[in-house]
Each structure stands twice: as structure tokens, then as C-alpha cells.
């Protein structure tokens, strides 16, 4: 037992050395935009970090293999991630992300072998989350990387939007990074492979699932509409008609401000025809004892009094599962207005989007009486963060922009603060904390 550990306290450092040497940028998040070639033209920088990660990855495999802890090495995985997160600024977005996400696909991350504390364990929908911290659409447009992304240790993580046929999305530069607010513009306009390359991908990974080869983990499946698509619901339709058996939970987006129109069907009539169309088309499926996936609808933050009212009355009148509070900020809030980049246009996501997207989410909250699930998104960058969406309302909580520019170890880092955050007010469970704030 003893030779064990020092073997391990003598790789360990060795490779701590190595990883300090070598600076790999493997586990820094760009943000949005994947692009939805399969070998993207990567600058030199970016190929050069494909090979140093493999290295990395070789020396962290023969590393964890001789540990007799695992729980402790991957502990020390997660922190030693935060080596690489500043070389990913140095990086295009888009090329950084692609290579976030190769590194996900092939395992080149950190693993989470601990588990969850009990304090976040719940049941939604039927399903069991070990902790309610979610990665949101955005990161994996086409389902590229979820083994490796549940395997950082999120609850759930939803792949998406995934639109029917493939599109390019947007012209580039399409991505903006604002560091100093801790936020990031984008206009990538629905870019992804299309419903075939996402679904012939979701059902190998679902076959290996069915194996018991992988680890459990909930996956969301965000589905979109093509720019040109002339018929809405039938794009929404097609995607769960093809998506859906692969899904834990399904997410109609209407509320992306880079496709033209999209938003508009977050109106009363348009959204209650557009979610009595796909809720069919899901129904007339066949489920097994389990029934169908839930499914939810994701909303803006730039919505009127009103507007909330009549999403809140199609909600309950047609008994929808959830909603994801919020999608990106068109506005531009005084604190990012300091900043150039801020005239860009497009979906502003990260810290200033978090009180905006706080108060449509408590409206909502109290809106809906409570009644249905609440998904938090938007702003989410500590443990306190997410204490504080579940206090407005939120059952589960997602984020992203955080995630772009912390990397893996902020993951662990926000589930214990937010254990922590229940423990010292005295909330035995996540479900004793939802909603404190509106009662």
C-alpha cells in the first residue's frame, strides 16, 4: 500500500512537471460555434495542440492506471486542467472550440470519479439527476462529445439546436469574446450537420449505452428550425419524429435571435400550434413503460409583461414539462456597454445576462404557480449563481459562457459551493430551496 502511493506521489509530480512544461490547451471552452465540417482548417497553433494533448493524454493514462485512489487523482486532474485554460484566449474562438470538442470526443479530459454529494441528488420528470448542474445547448451542436462531457461530472448535458437539413449558419467572425465582463456575443445561426449526422450518432452511443459500457448521465436533445424553412413546425416535427427516441428530455428552441423570425413563435397562438404539432408527433411514436421524453420549450429574456403571461398560460393549458429560462440577450446591459465589442450583434450570454434572465425567471416561476419544472440558464459562473436560480425558481440549472472560460474544474467547484450554500441555510434537499425567493 505504501510503495502504491509513493508510485503515485512520483508520477504525479512527474506528470504535473510535464503538464506545466508542456501547457497543453486541452480543457478551456471557446464558445458556441461549432463548425459543422468534420476537420476544420485549425491554425498551427491548434494542430500543434492536438499533438502536445495526446502526449498529455498518454502520460495521464499510464499516471492513472497506478494510482490506487482514483477519486484523489481525479481530483487532482480536475485542478491541474486549470494549467491550459489561459492558452485557449490565445486561440480563434471557433478554432478553439473545435478543439475543445475533439478533445471531449476522444477522452482527452478529466473524468469525475467522485461522487456527487447526497444534498444534490434529485428526480425530475422521472428522471434521476446526481447533481442539477447542466452544460446548455450551444457547446455540442451535433452530439459529438457526450460521453466525455457527462463524464466531467454535469447532471445532464443537452447537445443542440439541431436543425433537420445542414447549414453553415452565419458569416464569420460570428463569435466575440467580451473577457473583462465575463461574457460573449455570437450570431452563429443554427451552424451544425443536420438531424441524420446527429441521429446516426445518438444511436450508436445509445447501443453502447444499452451495452452497459457507458456511464448513466441525462441527455437533452435542443432541436431548431433551417434559415429557409418556410414551415416551422414542420421542421420541430421532423426533429422529434428522428431525435426523440435518443433523448431524456426534448427542447423546442424558439428564442434564438440569430435565425430570422424564430422568436416570433413565442407568440401565444404561434407557440400553442407549434407545441400541439410536435407534442402529436411525439405521442404518435411508440414508447415503452417510460412513456415518452418530457418536453420543454426555451424562451428569450427580451420578453414583455405579456408575453410571459401567454407562455406561462400555453404552458399549463397544454401541460408542457418545462421551460429553460433563458436563451441569449439581444439588449446590451451598461456593464458590457464600456466594452467595443459590445456593438456586435447578436445573443449576448455570460454574467450581465444573469439578473435579466433572475427576474424573467421568478415571473415565471410564479406565473406557472410553481407547477412546472424551471430550467435556470444564463449568467451561472459559481455555486452561489445556481443557489441563486433555484431560489428564483429553478429545479435544474445549465451554463456555458462560465464553462467557456473556466474549463473542467470549475464543474466541482460549483457543485460544492452550491452543497454548500443549501447546508448553510438549512435546506435539506435541492427541492426545499426551489422557489424560496417567491413564496
Same mark, same amino acid.
Given at each position: ?36 465540417? =468534420?476537420?476544420? *482548417? ?6 500543434? !495542440?492536438? #499533438?502536445?494533448? $495526446?502526449?498529455?493524454?498518454?502520460? &495521464? %493514462? ?74 446548455? =445547448?450551444?457547446? *455540442? ?6 460521453? !466525455?462531457? #457527462?463524464?466531467? $461530472?454535469?447532471?445532464?448535458?443537452? &447537445? %443542440? ?279
Amino acid at each position: 500500500m505504501m510503495s502504491g502511493k509513493i508510485a503515485f506521489g512520483t508520477m504525479k509530480g512527474s506528470l504535473t512537471h510535464k503538464l506545466k512544461s508542456m501547457a497543453v490547451p486541452i480543457a478551456n471552452r471557446s464558445h458556441y460555434c461549432s463548425s459543422p465540417t =468534420a476537420k476544420p *482548417d485549425l491554425p498551427r497553433s491548434s494542430r500543434m !495542440g492536438r #499533438l502536445l494533448s $495526446g502526449a498529455v493524454i498518454g502520460l &495521464v %493514462g499510464g499516471a492513472y492506471a497506478s494510482t490506487l485512489d482514483e477519486a484523489t487523482f481525479s481530483g487532482w486532474l480536475f485542478s491541474a486542467s486549470k494549467v491550459a485554460n489561459p492558452l485557449f484566449a490565445l486561440l480563434d474562438p471557433e478554432a478553439a472550440h473545435r478543439l475543445a470538442i475533439t478533445a471531449a470526443a476522444r477522452g482527452w479530459v478529466p473524468k469525475e470519479k467522485r461522487p456527487d454529494q447526497q444534498i444534490l441528488g434529485l428526480e425530475v420528470w422521472g428522471r434521476k439527476f446526481t447533481n442539477p448542474i447542466g452544460l446548455s =445547448a450551444g457547446f *455540442d451542436k451535433n452530439a459529438e462529445a457526450v460521453e !466525455g462531457l #457527462l463524464g466531467l $461530472g454535469f447532471g445532464f448535458v443537452e &447537445v %443542440g439546436s439541431v436543425t433537420p437539413l445542414p447549414q453553415e449558419g452565419n458569416p464569420k467572425p460570428r463569435m466575440f469574446r467580451l473577457r473583462d465582463q465575463g461574457a460573449i456575443i455570437n450570431r452563429c445561426g443554427f451552424n451544425g450537420d443536420g438531424i441524420a449526422a446527429v441521429a446516426k450518432r445518438l444511436e450508436a452511443q445509445h447501443e453502447v449505452k444499452q451495452g452497459g459500457e457507458t456511464g448513466s448521465g441525462i441527455l437533452g436533445v435542443n432541436i431548431g428550425k433551417n434559415k429557409t424553412s418556410e414551415d416551422a413546425a414542420a421542421d420541430y416535427v421532423q426533429g422529434v419524429r428522428s431525435l426523440s427516441q435518443y433523448a431524456d428530455y426534448l427542447v423546442i428552441n424558439v428564442s434564438s435571435p440569430n435565425t430570422p423570425g424564430l422568436r416570433q413563435l413565442q407568440g401565444r397562438n404561434q407557440l400553442k400550434d407549434l407545441v400541439k404539432k410536435v407534442k402529436a408527433a411525439r405521442d404518435e411514436m411508440q414508447w415503452g413503460k417510460e412513456g415518452p421524453p418530457p418536453l420543454l420549450v426555451k424562451i428569450a429574456p427580451d420578453l414583455s409583461k405579456q408575453d410571459l403571461e401567454d407562455i406561462a398560460a400555453v404552458a399549463l393549458d397544454l401541460s408542457l414539462d418545462g421551460l429553460i429560462i433563458s436563451n441569449t440577450t439581444i439588449s446590451r446591459p451598461e456593464v458590457v456597454q464600456i466594452n467595443p465589442v459590445s456593438k456586435e450583434s447578436g445573443g449576448l450570454s455570460g454574467k450581465p445576462l444573469f439578473s435579466l434572465s433572475n427576474d424573467v425567471l421568478k415571473d415565471m416561476y410564479i406565473l406557472t404557480k410553481g407547477k412546472i419544472p424551471l430550467v435556470g440558464c444564463g449568467g451561472v459562473s459559481s455555486g452561489e449563481d445556481a443557489y441563486k436560480k433555484i431560489r428564483a425558481g429553478a429545479t435544474l440549472v445549465q451554463l456555458y459562457s462560465a464553462f467557456a472560460y473556466g474549463g473542467p474544474a470549475l464543474i466541482p467547484q460549483i457543485k460544492d459551493e452550491l452543497a454548500h450554500c443549501l447546508k448553510r441555510d438549512g435546506f435539506k434537499s435541492i427541492y426545499e430551496a426551489v422557489g424560496a425567493d417567491c413564496r
